[in-house]
């Protein structure tokens, strides 16, 4: 009876395991290969220019103020997509620390003056760092180099002045030879002086600021004229570069009856130099002219009408 159990529950075993393995080759053989899920097309991202410090107005952009961060190519709008774009030109407002910078929040220094307008974008420091405003001034051609002056120039700015000694003793009238004539009275005589002024100063534009922006075709016809090539401007009426202290010297000088020229100086020439103030007495001593005698009781006469 034993023996008879033993082998019914070593046979049941058998059954069962037997069973089991039937079952599992038929689910694995019988289940498919599962959907592949739909492939996600990663969004495309571009580098836009972000602030990386505090970017005040009115202020040149280094290399070191901004950088890049991707963001996607979907809410890309009006930003820059390069530092290169934004470097070396100026902050038309204040740029915040974090902001992505905005193509009508840069300015071209260049295009500023030769559009002719938004003056104050582009005012910057002299070579030692000092302030400096802009100044109109008026000339002349013939005092204004024959119009050679054009934006970005540096001129050096000459003054002269006649002087009266106003303590002068002056010799009687004097009666003339001839019956009739009018009795000649003494007038103090003049003695002209002449100075370099001011030095390397810095023309900010020739010309009007604030110049009329082209009338736009209507899309669909065509200009009349094609734009003609860029020539010089020829004005006379300056705007310099100066400190606040000069601003008040340039203008002492004109409304204090000096005569005023400008003279232009080479590209690269801003070495300052020294001169000595020029009168009748330093043009008679240094070319060695012959004066008559007594001399202090002649002075020159101009020639021009």
Same mark, same amino acid.
């Given at each position: 009876?034993?023996?008879? &159990? ?8 058998? @059954? ?17 290969? *599962? ?13 836009? =220019?972000?602030? @990386? ?67 104050? @974008? ?8 000092? &302030? ?39 010799? *009687? ?90 003279? @232009? ?7 300052? =130099?020294?001169?000595?103030?020029? &009168? ?24 021009? *009408?």
């Amino acid at each position: 009876m034993r023996r008879g &159990s033993t082998i019914l529950i070593i046979v049941g075993v058998l @059954l069962a395991l037997t069973t089991a393995a039937i079952a599992y080759v038929v689910l694995v053989r019988g289940a498919g290969p *599962e959907p592949p899920s739909p492939a996600t097309t990663p969004e495309a991202k571009v580098a836009v =220019v972000i602030a @990386l410090q505090h970017i005040p107005a009115y202020s040149d952009i280094t290399a070191d103020a901004v950088g890049t961060q991707e963001i996607a190519e979907s809410k890309l709008t009006n930003h820059l997509l390069a530092p290169e774009a934004v470097v070396g030109r100026r902050a038309a407002r204040t740029i915040l620390r974090g902001s992505f910078i905005m193509s009508d929040w840069i300015v071209d220094p260049q295009t500023v003056v030769q559009e002719g307008k938004n003056a104050s @974008l582009s005012i910057t420091v002299d070579r030692e760092g000092r &302030s400096r405003v802009a100044m109109a001034f008026e000339t002349t051609e013939l005092r204004g180099v024959a119009g050679a002056i054009q934006h970005g120039d540096f001129v050096d700015i000459l003054i002269s002045y006649r002087l009266i000694d106003t303590e002068q003793e002056l010799p *009687e009238a004097v009666v003339p030879a001839v019956e009739g004539c009018p009795v000649l009275c003494p007038e103090p005589s003049e003695n002209l002086v002449a100075q370099l002024l001011l030095q390397d100063v810095e023309v900010y534009r020739v010309g009007p600021w604030l110049m009329p922006t082209p009338t736009p075709v209507p899309e669909g016809e065509e200009a009349e004229e094609e734009p003609e090539e860029a020539q010089p401007i020829r004005s006379k009426t300056l705007t310099l570069l100066l400190t606040q202290q000069n601003a008040l010297v340039l203008k002492f000088a004109r409304e204090s009856g000096a005569s005023i020229d400008l003279v @232009l100086r080479a590209r690269d020439d801003h070495d300052a =130099v020294r001169t000595e103030t020029v &009168s009748l007495q330093y043009v008679m001593t240094r070319f060695d002219i012959t004066v008559p005698p007594e001399p202090l009781r002649y002075i020159p006469v101009s020639m021009s *009408e």
